[in-house]
């Protein structure tokens, strides 16, 4: 079993900047990838970025250039830094992984998310 624990969610003024951290625990074999999403009331679930092992990025068209994922290996913790901030951004942010067990399968986790709040 792995856990996820996100923190940094906060309110925000548009044009801030906020920080969120993900730390994974847990038994894993390899990490495939690390990612956060995010939901706004009414809304689907949304890619916001994802990392794969090797260090590619992916983002979603919206926070592209604004938003960075990255990742510290050591500690097992997966950063977004998100600046110029706008309301829109206003969403529950989940962060993801997908670990390879010691059975050889791929499975996927979420944290329990953490609110961030655009306004002024």
């Known amino acids: 079993q792995v856990q996820l624990v996100e923190s940094g969610g906060d309110l925000v003024q548009p044009g801030g900047s906020l920080k969120l951290s993900c730390v994974a625990s847990?038994?894993?074999?390899?990490?495939?990838?690390v990612g956060w999403f995010r939901q706004a009331p009414g809304t689907q679930r949304e890619m916001v970025a994802v990392?794969?092992?090797?260090?590619?990025?992916a983002y979603g068209d919206s926070v592209k250039a604004r938003f960075t994922i990255s990742r510290d290996y050591a500690s097992n913790t997966h950063y977004l830094q998100m600046n110029s901030l706008k309301p829109e951004d206003t969403a529950v942010y989940y962060c993801?992984?997908?670990?390879?067990?010691?059975?050889?399968?791929?499975?996927?986790?979420w944290g329990k998310g953490t609110l961030v709040t655009v306004s002024s």
């Open positions: 847990g038994r894993w074999n390899r990490i495939m990838s």
């Open positions: 990392m794969a092992s090797g260090g590619g990025t």
């Open positions: 993801q992984i997908v670990v390879r067990t010691f059975q050889r399968q791929d499975m996927e986790y």
